[in-house]
């Protein structure tokens, strides 16, 4: 006799459509190894996930099934616009007391053409499970226990939760979805959920081969249909296809390209913004809080009717831009100006009458060169800093990627962007933003240390000197690496705190300790290997705190020079400071050497 999961596993009438669909998922993913029942689970969770987190994920990191899964194959959570599949990586996520946006996910995926109605019902059952307040009924696996553990940490503090957490549900399965597929059951499970009043929003949905195949190639690229009949075409030049100008409803372009369509901000739309949303207090200590402003213009029945008038707008850059009739319809979309003004749109959709329009500026145009451009003239007329706009350069790219790219043990990551990385699942200390790097940079290799408390003075006096794509990337690495490690010996208790005022003569003493005052070799060979030996101590904690020891009797040193009623923040910002601290790090360097 054939049980059930026999027949599960040896099924190979797969819909033909589903079978391309699954190919060639397996192959991009580089998934080859799993099984078809793993593989569809994979798959339908990175469908779902897709179409509202743009970003990179894994998505075999979803998968829960298996034993005392509760018919949940896969989940996530989606916290102020960033995946999640670990507690420990939540928790560090929801540090501060930042407010949460939060959106649970659960998938259950059978390849079945025909809807499971027990296995659906086992869903709804476990989740109730999950969500409710005490100690879990059910037995349950480890990663089921692990999203258990994700929903008591979002609600351990609700004051932060606003609005409520959202909850989709999806049901994929390899038929077509009949139109009442999981509906004549899913109220009694909503309704039990719905009862425990810790959600804002429960969906559920079926998903069949056809809508599996229109969610994977939607993951593909955001497109959007922009009502606009009040458009006028713009010239253009070498790069640009189509370009337009006009009015749009506000509340069609949060419905129609704004929103995910599942509770959140498509956060992938501004990936090629200058800055990340700066929520509603001050953005910089000397500016008004902007969005507050926009935010109660639009909650002001007079004001908001002329809102067209009072605000910029937002550009948008498409690969394609196609008008028919009263819409344009556009593919692969990039918000590239209006970041800020979009994030009030959307919190504010429903003071969205019909009255309220925005100016907007579409531009086809695939070419990179042109984005740039396109950026930093929308950009040049707002009140943003000189690093902001640095931030699209192609060499601030290559460091970002550089920094990527090293192996998780070394990984840095170089916030180009103000706030790119905010609410991302990473230590934070490995985050350099720019200010950071350019003080870590100007302090190892511009022999500025003595400088670097006064980041403006800085970049307008060797702005010329700095992030230039002829120094390469590796250079900028080296001096972050170091300022992680001084910033880490300081965290620590390895540098006792009386030497913080001087933590960039630090970052710069490394370099002069291990490779001499010397600028760095200009032969390829020769400049990696200098390069090479202080990523090697910065990553290597007992040899850095041995050398920044070194390092500490040099300003200590140097610091008493300056005399008995001497202050830290003074003395440090003396050449005369900077002279003696490397003169005695060149002798031990000296020494070193000697030794050898």
């Known amino acids: 006799m054939v049980t059930l999961q026999q027949r599960r596993e040896s099924r190979v009438d797969l819909n033909t459509i589903l079978r391309g669909l699954l190919a060639n998922f397996k192959v991009d993913?580089?998934?080859?190894?799993?099984?078809?029942?793993?593989?569809?689970?994979?798959?339908?969770?990175?469908?779902?996930?897709?179409?509202?987190?743009?970003?990179?994920?894994?998505?075999?990191?979803?998968?829960?099934?298996?034993?005392?899964?509760?018919?949940?194959?896969?989940?996530?959570?989606?916290?102020?616009?960033?995946?999640?599949?670990?507690?420990?990586e939540v928790a560090r996520a929801i540090q501060g007391g930042h407010d949460l946006r939060v959106h649970f996910v659960a998938i259950q995926a059978k390849l079945e053409e025909r809807f499971q109605a027990a296995a659906f019902t086992e869903m709804t059952e476990g989740l109730y499970d999950i969500f409710q307040p005490g100690p879990m009924q059910l037995p349950a696996n480890d990663r089921i226990k692990n999203f258990r553990k994700i929903v008591d940490?979002?609600?351990?503090?609700?004051?932060?939760?606003?609005?409520?957490?959202?909850?989709?549900?999806?049901?994929?399965?390899?038929g077509t979805v009949a139109s009442d597929s999981p509906v004549p059951r899913q109220r009694v499970g909503e309704q039990r959920i719905e009862g425990l009043d810790r959600l804002g929003e429960l969906k559920y949905r079926a998903l069949g081969v056809k809508e599996l195949q229109e969610l994977y190639q939607r993951a593909s690229s955001v497109s959007a249909v922009l009502r606009m009949p009040d458009r006028v075409r713009i010239p253009t030049f070498d790069g640009v296809g189509k370009a337009f100008i006009g009015v749009v409803k506000a509340q069609d372009l949060v419905e129609n390209l704004l929103s995910d369509g599942v509770g959140a901000v498509r956060a992938s739309l501004f990936h090629q913004n200058v800055r990340h949303f700066q929520g509603y207090g001050r953005t910089i200590a000397t500016e008004p809080a902007v969005n507050e402003e926009i935010r109660q213009t639009l909650r002001d029945p007079t004001a908001r009717n002329g809102f067209a008038l009072l605000n910029?707008?937002?550009?948008?850059?498409?690969?394609?831009?196609?008008?028919?009739?009263?819409?344009?319809?556009?593919?692969?979309?990039?918000?590239?100006?209006?970041?800020?003004?979009?994030?009030?749109?959307?919190?504010e959709l429903a003071n969205l009458s019909n009255d309220v329009q925005i100016p907007i500026k579409i531009i086809e145009s695939a070419n990179e060169d042109v984005v740039d451009l396109v950026v930093k003239a929308a950009n040049s007329q707002n009140q943003f800093r000189v690093g902001d706009l640095v931030a699209r350069d192609a060499f601030q790219k290559q460091i970002e990627l550089f920094f990527a790219g090293q192996t998780p043990d070394r990984r840095l990551y170089y916030e180009r962007r103000s706030m790119q990385y905010d609410g991302m699942p990473m230590e934070k200390a490995r985050i350099i933003n720019r200010g950071q790097l350019t003080k870590a940079y100007a302090a190892m290799f511009l022999d500025e240390a003595h400088r670097v408390a006064r980041l403006r003075e800085l970049e307008l006096s060797r702005g010329k000197d700095l992030f230039r794509d002829t120094d390469g990337p590796m250079a900028y690495y080296v001096s972050a690496a170091a300022f992680y490690r001084v910033e880490w010996l300081f965290r620590?208790?390895?540098?006792?705190?009386?030497?913080?005022?001087?933590?960039?003569?630090?970052?710069?003493?490394?370099?002069?300790?291990?490779?001499?005052?010397?600028?760095?070799?200009?032969?390829?060979?020769?400049?990696?290997?200098?390069?090479?030996?202080?990523i090697e101590c910065a990553w290597d904690p007992v040899r850095a705190e041995s050398v920044a020891n070194e390092i500490a009797v040099?300003?200590?040193?140097?610091?008493?020079?300056?005399?008995?009623?001497?202050?830290?923040?003074?003395?440090?910002?003396?050449?005369?400071?900077?002279?003696?601290?490397?003169?005695?790090?060149?002798?031990l360097n000296a020494v070193r050497i000697a030794g050898h």
């Open 312 to 347: 910029n707008g937002l550009t948008i850059v498409a690969r394609d831009v196609n008008p028919v009739g009263d819409q344009i319809h556009l593919v692969d979309v990039q918000i590239v100006n209006g970041c800020q003004t979009s994030y009030v749109l959307y919190d």
């Open 492 to 534: 620590n208790g390895k540098l006792p705190a009386i030497y913080r005022p001087a933590r960039f003569r630090f970052v710069a003493g490394l370099k002069v300790a291990l490779l001499g005052a010397d600028a760095l070799p200009t032969a390829k060979a020769a400049y990696r290997a200098a390069c090479e030996t202080v």
């Open 554 to 587: 040099a300003v200590l040193t140097a610091y008493e020079a300056e005399g008995a009623n001497a202050r830290w923040n003074d003395a440090v910002r003396t050449a005369r400071f900077r002279l003696s601290v490397a003169n005695t790090l060149v002798g």
């Open 153 to 174: 940490l979002i609600f351990a503090d609700i004051r932060r939760l606003t609005p409520k957490p959202r909850l989709s549900v999806w049901y994929a399965m390899a």
């Open 29 to 88: 993913q580089n998934v080859l190894d799993l099984r078809d029942p793993e593989l569809f689970e994979t798959f339908a969770a990175y469908c779902v996930v897709g179409q509202f987190y743009r970003d990179r994920f894994e998505p075999d990191e979803m998968r829960t099934g298996g034993a005392h899964d509760l018919g949940i194959d896969a989940a996530a959570v989606i916290v102020n616009g960033e995946f999640h599949t670990d507690a420990d």
